[in-house]
């Protein structure tokens, strides 16, 4: 659909009237920027594979979705932090403790940032991290099995927004709070007005094991009360350093809109994570009483564990010198990113005309010269001047996050203006800009964040749709543009809905995910307690008013298929063990009037549903995804008997 100049001038004037101070709107590149091949350059025939994969952000529906590149297909949404009903994660009693919390069972999220592993700074394919901004937690997905191997809560956090960000080897991941809070362990009931005094911001640095992918909270850093919006980790010469956007240094309590706003510019935080370390090593921290979950998932067994941690270490900047400092930019700044190099650092302030660029190779000569403007909060702020390479003029209005070809150009997305402007990172020219449909947040260039961007593509994840596809009643679907990006001048191919609100997302070439991506769970390894790994394993067994029913399914019968004796006031649990060992051969297992979704069980392993009946009778069960020719055979029944009823337990 072509979308004329003056409607969306319209649109992204209206957006600007929101934002305080800007007045005027640029439409400049309004139009269509579709090409006429774009058809041909996003076919993927059929039967064919596409060239990426896609791990998007879902947003406020806590998930992850994975899209092929360039098709703009949908291959799976992977539930992170909410339950999905499609295959039982966070209603099977296998998965519930992955969403355990300090605050009870969690089962909703809102999941912002994706980051995907590294080795020297390089995708290795190996796992994708989530972050949950309102009950604060990091997810780590499995890029084999695509599931949700580990959660683990951050104490000392509210919103955690600048999250999870990845060092180059993935050893730290990082999670910064966005709301600074009164500390877990102090006086939590305060004057919301003493906010100044009482309220501290936090980054939790978390170390990730290399052969498990466990994570474990290494240390905290407390810091003033700002806001931490976003964050990169340096790399090649700047790979022991970590740069987090820093918002509201104003520390006001309300209306943040116009207070948090006030200064002219705010900070990016440089933290020298290697000396975070070293400090945290030496004992110049100190062990504060929190309360936080940690959910493992069991590979033999396929059971999530929720253990409760008590204590985190801490490491305040007074104690540890040489560790933080401050440097000033433009106002209120969201995404800070680090380009390919590890020299340049981008900043990107929301409310600011230009974009700036600065120099690591300053910011360390400014530091050995002590050039600094003072202190905020006891931290040293740099000199502005000093330690920046430079300003990109005019780039348009709203810039919020940028990623990188490998050829020497950044692609900022703009809100306001809502466009991609590409520029080039040394002379900070502006070298091309297209309209996006409309407002875009996030941007994703394959390899983007990395030391080797593979480039090809940016694809823009829109806040705004209007007009872009049939309409569905008052809520449209999100949308995504994918733009060819391997000439001089950037072109529009394909739009495409998302799940959810995306937010950032990374993009992988498949070759490095697809065969390592697993097709069976071998039934011999299945250690789950109540695995029937046959049909002459199936039992039903009481214990006291728990009825444990260990099931078999395989195309097509569920065994036992007919259960008497269980009475009312019984709790049953159905472990269903799917003994198939094909790719691609799920059972399913759903019981009228269970409250807590189906089950659906991969080949080789075993999963349960816990069934309390409210009302004597026969209850039918039956498998729920269609199997075989015989998928519909694959039922049975199971009779609830009064409570006190002498009928035998048979099956
Ligand atoms: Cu990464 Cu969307 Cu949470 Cu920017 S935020 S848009
Ligand atoms: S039957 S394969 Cu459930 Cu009507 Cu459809
Ligand atoms: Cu098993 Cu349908």
Same mark, same amino acid.
């Given at each position: 659909?072509?979308?004329?100049?003056?409607?969306?001038?319209?649109?992204?004037?209206?957006?600007?009237?929101?934002?305080?101070?800007?007045?005027?709107?640029?439409?400049?590149?309004?139009?269509?920027?579709?090409?006429?091949?774009?058809?041909?350059?996003?076919?993927?025939?059929?039967?064919?594979?596409?060239?990426?994969?896609?791990?998007?952000?879902?947003?406020?529906?806590?998930?992850?979705?994975?899209?092929?590149?360039?098709?703009?297909?949908?291959?799976?949404?992977?539930?992170?932090?909410?339950?999905?009903?499609?295959?039982?994660?966070?209603?099977?009693?296998?998965?519930?403790?992955?969403?355990?919390?300090?605050?009870? #069972?969690?089962?909703?999220? =809102?999941?912002?940032?994706?980051?995907?592993?590294?080795?020297?700074?390089?995708?290795?394919?190996?796992?994708?991290? &989530?972050?949950?901004?309102?009950?604060?937690?990091?997810?780590?997905?499995?890029?084999?099995?695509?599931?949700?191997?580990?959660?683990?809560?951050?104490?000392?956090?509210?919103?955690?927004?600048?999250?999870?960000?990845?060092?180059?080897?993935?050893? +730290?991941?990082?999670?910064?709070?966005?709301?600074?809070?009164?500390?877990?362990?102090?006086?939590?009931?305060?004057?919301?007005?003493?906010?100044?005094?009482?309220?501290?911001?936090?980054?939790?640095?978390?170390?990730?094991?290399?052969?498990?992918?466990?994570?474990?909270?290494?240390?905290?850093?407390?810091?003033?009360?700002?806001?931490?919006?976003?964050?990169?980790?340096?790399?090649?010469?700047?790979?022991?350093? #970590?740069?987090?956007?820093?918002?509201?240094?104003?520390?006001?309590?309300?209306? @943040?809109?116009?207070?948090?706003?006030?200064?002219?510019?705010?900070?990016? *935080?440089?933290?020298?994570?290697?000396?975070?370390?070293?400090?945290?090593?030496?004992?110049?921290?100190?062990?504060?009483?929190?309360?936080?979950?940690?959910?493992?998932?069991?590979?033999?067994?396929?059971?999530?564990?929720?253990? *409760?941690?008590?204590?985190?270490?801490?490491?305040?900047?007074?104690?540890?010198?040489?560790?933080?400092?401050?440097?000033?930019?433009?106002?209120?700044?969201?995404?800070?990113?680090? =380009?390919?190099?590890?020299?340049?650092?981008?900043?990107?302030?929301?409310?600011?005309?230009?974009?700036?660029?600065?120099?690591?190779?300053?910011?360390?000569?400014?530091?050995?010269?002590?050039? #600094?403007?003072?202190?905020?909060?006891?931290?040293?702020?740099?000199? +502005?001047?000093?330690?920046?390479?430079?300003?990109?003029?005019?780039? &348009?209005?709203?810039?919020?996050?940028?990623? #990188?070809?490998?050829?020497?150009?950044?692609?900022?997305?703009?809100?306001?203006?809502?466009?991609?402007?590409?520029?080039?990172?040394?002379?900070?020219?502006?070298?091309?800009?297209?309209?996006? !449909? !409309?407002?875009?947040?996030?941007?994703?260039?394959?390899?983007?964040?990395?030391?080797?961007?593979?480039?090809?593509?940016?694809?823009?994840?829109?806040?705004?749709?209007?007009?872009? +596809? @049939?309409?569905?009643?008052?809520?449209?679907?999100?949308?995504?543009?994918?733009?060819?990006?391997?000439?001089?001048?950037?072109?529009?191919?394909?739009?495409?809905?998302?799940?959810?609100?995306?937010?950032?997302?990374?993009?992988?070439?498949?070759?490095?995910? *697809?065969?390592?991506?697993?097709?069976? +769970?071998?039934?011999?390894?299945?250690?789950?307690?109540?695995?029937?790994?046959?049909?002459?394993?199936?039992?039903?067994?009481?214990?006291?008013?728990?009825?444990?029913?260990?099931?078999?399914?395989?195309?097509?019968?569920?065994?036992?298929?007919?259960?008497?004796?269980?009475?009312?006031?019984?709790?049953?649990?159905?472990?269903?063990?799917?003994?198939?060992?094909?790719?691609?051969?799920?059972?399913?297992?759903?019981?009228?009037?269970?409250?807590?979704?189906?089950?659906?069980?991969?080949?080789?392993?075993?999963?349960?549903?816990?069934?309390?009946?409210?009302?004597?009778?026969?209850?039918?069960?039956?498998?729920? =995804?269609?199997?075989?020719?015989?998928?519909?055979? *694959?039922?049975?029944?199971?009779?609830?008997?009064?409570?006190?009823?002498?009928?035998?337990?048979?099956?």
């Amino acid at each position: 659909m072509k979308v004329n100049s003056s409607k969306l001038f319209i649109l992204t004037a209206s957006v600007a009237a929101l934002t305080s101070g800007l007045q005027s709107c640029n439409s400049s590149s309004a139009g269509s920027a579709s090409t006429n091949d774009a058809a041909s350059k996003v076919y993927v025939a059929p039967g064919k594979h596409d060239e990426f994969y896609n791990i998007v952000s879902g947003g406020f529906n806590g998930q992850m979705s994975v899209y092929g590149i360039p098709s703009g297909r949908m291959f799976r949404i992977i539930p992170v932090f909410s339950q999905h009903p499609e295959n039982g994660y966070g209603f099977s009693e296998e998965s519930k403790p992955m969403l355990n919390t300090s605050h009870g #069972f969690v089962p909703w999220d =809102d999941l912002h940032h994706i980051a995907l592993s590294t080795t020297n700074g390089e995708h290795d394919g190996r796992w994708a991290f &989530g972050n949950a901004n309102n009950t604060p937690r990091i997810g780590r997905v499995s890029l084999s099995t695509f599931r949700t191997e580990e959660i683990i809560e951050i104490p000392n956090s509210a919103g955690n927004h600048s999250s999870p960000f990845i060092t180059e080897n993935t050893e +730290y991941v990082v999670a910064g709070t966005r709301f600074s809070i009164p500390l877990d362990n102090s006086n939590t009931d305060v004057p919301i007005n003493t906010y100044k005094d009482n309220f501290k911001g936090t980054i939790s640095f978390i170390a990730v094991d290399q052969a498990t992918g466990h994570m474990s909270i290494d240390f905290q850093l407390l810091l003033p009360g700002v806001n931490f919006d976003l964050a990169r980790a340096g790399k090649g010469p700047s790979k022991d350093w #970590f740069f987090f956007s820093c918002y509201n240094s104003e520390k006001a309590n309300t209306l @943040l809109e116009v207070n948090a706003s006030a200064k002219d510019k705010d900070f990016i *935080m440089a933290v020298n994570w290697k000396k975070a370390q070293e400090y945290a090593r030496a004992g110049k921290g100190k062990k504060v009483p929190v309360k936080y979950a940690h959910n493992v998932l069991d590979e033999k067994t396929h059971t999530a564990t929720s253990t *409760m941690i008590n204590e985190v270490l801490t490491l305040d900047p007074k104690d540890c010198p040489d560790m933080v400092y401050m440097m000033p930019c433009p106002k209120s700044p969201h995404g800070t990113d680090v =380009d390919p190099t590890g020299e340049y650092i981008v900043g990107s302030g929301k409310l600011a005309a230009t974009i700036p660029v600065f120099s690591f190779a300053k910011i360390q000569q400014a530091i050995a010269s002590k050039n #600094f403007d003072g202190s905020y909060d006891g931290i040293p702020v740099l000199k +502005y001047d000093a330690v920046l390479h430079g300003e990109v003029q005019k780039p &348009g209005l709203g810039p919020l996050h940028t990623e #990188f070809d490998g050829k020497g150009n950044a692609y900022t997305s703009f809100f306001v203006s809502s466009e991609i402007v590409k520029w080039d990172i040394k002379s900070l020219k502006v070298l091309d800009r297209v309209p996006t !449909y !409309y407002s875009v947040g996030h941007l994703s260039i394959p390899g983007g964040p990395t030391k080797k961007p593979w480039g090809k593509y940016v694809i823009a994840y829109n806040k705004i749709t209007k007009d872009r +596809y @049939l309409p569905t009643g008052p809520e449209l679907t999100q949308s995504a543009q994918l733009y060819d990006i391997s000439g001089e001048k950037m072109k529009l191919l394909l739009d495409f809905p998302t799940v959810g609100e995306p937010h950032y997302a990374e993009s992988i070439p498949a070759s490095l995910i *697809m065969n390592n991506s697993k097709k069976i +769970y071998k039934i011999e390894e299945n250690q789950h307690p109540y695995a029937a790994k046959g049909d002459n394993q199936t039992k039903v067994e009481r214990k006291g008013n728990e009825v444990h029913v260990s099931m078999t399914a395989v195309r097509s019968h569920l065994t036992p298929d007919n259960i008497e004796g269980v009475k009312l006031g019984d709790v049953v649990y159905f472990h269903v063990t799917n003994v198939e060992q094909d790719w691609d051969v799920p059972h399913g297992f759903a019981i009228k009037g269970a409250n807590n979704s189906e089950i659906l069980i991969m080949p080789g392993e075993t999963q349960t549903l816990k069934w309390q009946p409210d009302r004597i009778g026969v209850f039918p069960f039956y498998c729920t =995804d269609f199997c075989s020719a015989l998928h519909q055979e *694959m039922q049975g029944y199971i009779r609830i008997s009064p409570a006190g009823s002498n009928v035998a337990l048979t099956y």
